[in-house]
Each structure stands twice: as structure tokens, then as C-alpha cells.
């Protein structure tokens, strides 16, 4: 099988000398491994950087082993934020996320295109609300659907905190997040039980069915806003 196509650098680990295996978010494939040989050499290793946006080349001559990449740097995502650890936590807990949640090559198009529009609004000033619909995007196109709208009255209130019940379970929510706005003014607190809600959610649905470990890096972007 031979491809390419453009995608998101999930994870890599060292392979032999000179060489690295990845996990690579792809726009029309999913999520995909691959070698990419001379990974550690100083031209490619500055670039194959987690969550970079990358084009690659993909060629595997044989299903039952591991094919192999060519890459190109598209955009050059995480250096841009080197110096801001909410935001460099953001973007591992994504990236973390999808390669704990996502089967092999299966494309999930709507999960590409609401990442591609969260890294564009990175840099808005109340990103971590973008960061949050993600989360409830990522959520309902993995096959369960959280369906907030249901707690509509809730939403009249962004700064207060409410009790739901979904499927027998409890949970605390702020009431911004029924409806997110970059309009609301909420404290820390509030922004961390949105993202303990969702965390929850997660576990729930998806890592404690599946045996899965929880990324240690959403849970350290939860702690940001102790």
C-alpha cells in the first residue's frame, strides 16, 4: 500500500540507531505507525516534533509488518509555544488522547477538522474553551454523546455550578459549559471542573471499559488551573 497524505505527530520512539517508529494522526487514513528512517538525524529530528503538522509518504509492502514513513514539515506547531506550559500541556493532551483512543487506520475526518480548528485558536486569548468543545467533540465522534442539550436550562447561569445525571452517574458541571462562549468570564475553578467533567466522562466511556491508562498529561493540563 502506497499513500501520502497530510496529519499530526502523536508519539515516536527511538528505533534502532537512526531510525524512529510514530503514531501519525492522518486527514484521510486516521491514525497510522510507521518507521521513519534517519528520524534521529538533526534535520528531521528538529521537526518530527509531537503535534507538528507533517506530510507524509507512506509505503508498506507487506499488511502484516509495519510500513514506513517520509516526512515534510507542514507547520511547526509546538515550538511556537515552548514557553507556555498550559498551552505545550494542551497540545500533549491531545495528541496523548487521540493515540490512546483512536483504532488503527480508521479515518475520523470530523475529529481532523475540529483539531485543525482548535490549533487555529491557540492563540486567542480564552483558548482553553475551544480546548474544552474539543474535548466534547472528540467524545461524541467516539460514540457517545454527552448531549448537554438536554440541561439547557442550565445555561442561563455560565458561573453556576449544577448536578446532572448521565447514564446513573453524577456529575458536577459549571454552566458555561452547556453553552461555550470566548464571551464568558469564568475563574480557574470553573474551567477546571469543565475539564474534570469531561475527564470523567472520558473515563467512564472509554478507558476503564477498555483497560486503558488516562495520559498523564490531561490530567497535568487539569492542574494548571488549581
Do not use: C, H
Not at 521537526?47 to 510500513?67: A, D
Not at 474553551?129 to 467516539?142: G, T
Amino acid at each position: 500500500m502506497i499513500w501520502q497524505d497530510e496529519g499530526y505527530l502523536l508519539s515516536k520512539r527511538k528505533f534502532r540507531e537512526n531510525a524512529n517508529i510514530v503514531n501519525v494522526f492522518t486527514n484521510s487514513f486516521g491514525k497510522v505507525s510507521g518507521i521513519v528512517y534517519g528520524g534521529n538525524s538533526r534535520k528531521v529530528r528538529n521537526y518530527l516534533q509531537i503535534s507538528n503538522k507533517i506530510f507524509v509518504f507512506y509505503n508498506n509492502k507487506n499488511e502484516n509488518k509495519i510500513g514506513y514513513f517520509k516526512t515534510e514539515l507542514m507547520q511547526a506547531i509546538s515550538p511556537k509555544y515552548f514557553n507556555d506550559k498550559t498551552k505545550t500541556s494542551a497540545l500533549l493532551s491531545l495528541t496523548s488522547l487521540l493515540n490512546s483512543l483512536l483504532p488503527e487506520a480508521q479515518s475520523y475526518k470530523n475529529i481532523y477538522l475540529s483539531l485543525d480548528n482548535f490549533i487555529n485558536e491557540l492563540n486567542n486569548e480564552k483558548w482553553i474553551f475551544s480546548y474544552i468543545d474539543w474535548e466534547l467533540k472528540l467524545i461524541r465522534e467516539l460514540g457517545f454523546d454527552v448531549n448537554l442539550s438536554q440541561f439547557k436550562n442550565n445555561a442561563s447561569e455560565p458561573n453556576k455550578i449544577s448536578e446532572i445525571e448521565i447514564d446513573n452517574i453524577k456529575y458536577k458541571v459549571p454552566g458555561f459549559i452547556f453553552k461555550l462562549s470566548t464571551n464568558y468570564d469564568v475563574n480557574n475553578d470553573l474551567i477546571k471542573l469543565a475539564l474534570s467533567f469531561t475527564r470523567k466522562i472520558m473515563l467512564n466511556k472509554f478507558f476503564i471499559q477498555n483497560n486503558l491508562i488516562f495520559p498523564r498529561s490531561r490530567v497535568l493540563l487539569e492542574n494548571y488551573y488549581n
